[in-house]
């Protein structure tokens, strides 16, 4: 089993690299082993391109080795026509003998019948190995199949003081009237967010927030895809002339009423703001097929998720910064899991205990 673990660690490091640009796909990684010596490997990239295990086949040489080899992949081969053919039928027209999977893929297209294919067809199936970290890697995905709802981060940055946001007295005087971010955090810590909106496929902002910080919510300090910004606007307040509505990235206001936009990227989604707010707005960005989400604020955005214990992970700044007066930053109880300094800034990274 050590030796299955040690490829499986590979597969993992090798799926890692597709994090941001599979979605609604998953993250996997495939190694193929021949006499302990990988002879091929290769990740899932984009959805509609090839998965991993047909680029780990492709990248093998000599391909009369497949017949006397071990693929590793850390999800289930799939098993059915999509964008792509089904891989557990590639391995079967290779004739790879042995294959070793991390966890079995909670989509319901797939969910058991690629693992049942493959016995089905003599090789030999090894399931579970290293199975937290490969449901660690894809809990996003495990997250929007199995609870029917994105994967929720929550991310705020606070002052010294416990402060989120200044009070509009203190905003102007920092700003000078202008519509703009107070910063509580240095540019390292702001640059890593911006690679934290490459990985994630939306993001989240209540209307005081886009109204008091004119955001663009996109990815510009880092490489990557911009997320889709999800605006929660109840009575349509926001002016289309605001930088989240003047982008080529998808944008999805939710209000109460309908909205007609002239920039064709931006769509009105329409919920009932006197439920379950949280869960409404979960409920619609399971049907845009959305894996996981950014909640970036304001405090009362942010606080409706925590109340509604609907987050799984929360990740936390505290700036070397002082307000003395403001807006409080949100409370929530969970497991911390990761502190670290940035420069002057910690960053906190807790767990939902629920």
């Known amino acids: 089993m050590k030796i299955h673990e040690k490829y499986l660690k590979r597969c993992i490091e090798l799926a890692k690299n597709g994090l941001g640009s599979t979605y609604p796909n998953p993250l996997v990684g495939s190694v193929i082993v021949y006499e302990n010596k990988i002879i091929g490997e290769g990740w899932h990239k984009k959805a509609g391109e090839p998965h991993a295990e047909v680029h780990a086949i492709n990248s093998v040489k000599n391909k009369l080795l497949l017949s006397k080899a071990t693929i590793y992949v850390s999800l289930e081969p799939c098993s059915h026509f999509g964008k792509t053919p089904p891989c557990s039928d590639l391995i079967i027209e290779h004739k790879i003998p042995n294959v070793v999977i991390g966890t079995v893929d909670p989509n319901e297209k797939v969910a ?14 090894t399931i579970g190995v290293l199975e937290e970290e490969c449901l660690e890697l894809n809990k996003r995905f495990f997250t929007f199949h199995q609870k029917k709802r994105p ?48 990985e994630e496929q939306a993001i989240v902002v209540g209307t005081q927030t886009v109204l008091d910080d004119n955001p663009s919510l996109n990815a510009r300090d880092w490489k ?19 930088a989240v ?54 405090a009362q955005t942010l606080q409706t998720f ?14 070397a910064t002082f307000f003395s007066k403001g807006i409080d930053a949100p409370k929530l109880s969970g497991t911390l899991v990761e502190k670290k300094n940035i420069l002057k800034d910690e960053l906190l990274i807790f767990n939902n205990n629920d």
Not at 114 to 123: S, V
Not at 154 to 173: C, H, M, Q, S, Y
Not at 268 to 293: K, P, T, W, Y
């Open 151 to 198: 994967f929720i981060i929550l991310k705020w940055a606070e002052t010294t003081d416990g402060f989120l946001a200044p009070n509009e007295i203190l905003r102007k005087a920092l700003n000078d009237n202008e519509q703009k971010p107070v910063w509580i955090t240095n540019h390292y810590s702001r640059q890593l967010v911006h690679k934290w909106r490459t």
């Open 112 to 125: 058991g019948k690629g693992i049942q294919k493959l016995i089905l067809a003599g090789h030999n199936v």
């Open 306 to 319: 925590i109340d509604a214990s609907l987050w799984d992970e929360a990740r936390i700044f505290k700036g």
């Open 245 to 298: 509505f003047n982008s080529v990235t998808k944008t999805i206001v939710i209000s109460e009423s309908a909205r007609v936009f002239k920039n064709e990227n931006c769509n009105s989604e329409l919920i009932n703001f006197d439920g379950n707010l949280a869960e409404e707005i979960c409920q619609s960005l399971f049907q845009h097929n959305i894996q996981s989400v950014i909640i970036e604020g304001g």
């Open 224 to 242: 990557g895809n911009d997320p889709v910004k999800i605006i929660l606007d109840r009575k349509n307040r926001l002016p289309e002339e605001l």
